[in-house]
């Protein structure tokens, strides 16, 4: 069974920012997609950002475009979110989520992998 570690999180003040990392066995991601989703407090999770691990592709909801950057390493097997300009609602558990496929896709059921989730928290 594939087990992906999320790590990075922390406190942090508005205007800072974070890098959360998703390493995952060798072979895990090839070919698929991981995403990064949060679940905010009394908030259902929401789909943050996503990479096409084979071209690099991605995707992002509007609200972290220009702040927010995905990318991966193919040599460590593993996906970074780059946090920058950080606000206080970004705070929120961060999860990190392989998809099988290509299809950059922001439906959570459609990811069959999780981690177990990192916490970001933002201060005003």
């Known amino acids: 069974q594939v087990q992906l570690v999320e790590s990075g999180g922390g406190l942090v003040q508005a205007g800072g920012s974070l890098s959360l990392s998703c390493t995952a066995s060798?072979?895990?991601?090839?070919?698929?997609?991981v995403g990064w989703f949060r679940r905010a407090a009394g908030k259902e999770r929401e789909f943050v950002a996503g990479?096409?691990?084979?071209?690099?592709?991605?995707t992002y909801i509007d609200s972290v475009k220009g702040r927010f950057t995905v990318s991966r390493d193919i040599a460590k097997n593993t996906v970074y979110l780059q946090m920058n300009s950080l606000k206080p609602e970004d705070t929120a558990i961060y999860y990190c989520?392989?998809?099988?496929?290509?299809?950059?896709?922001?439906?959570?059921?459609?990811?069959?992998?999780w981690g177990q989730g990192t916490q970001v928290t933002v201060s005003s």
């Open positions: 989520a392989r998809r099988l496929g290509s299809e950059l896709s922001k439906r959570q059921y459609e990811y069959n992998a």
């Open positions: 060798v072979g895990a991601f090839d070919m698929h997609i």
């Open positions: 990479i096409r691990w084979g071209d690099g592709g991605t």
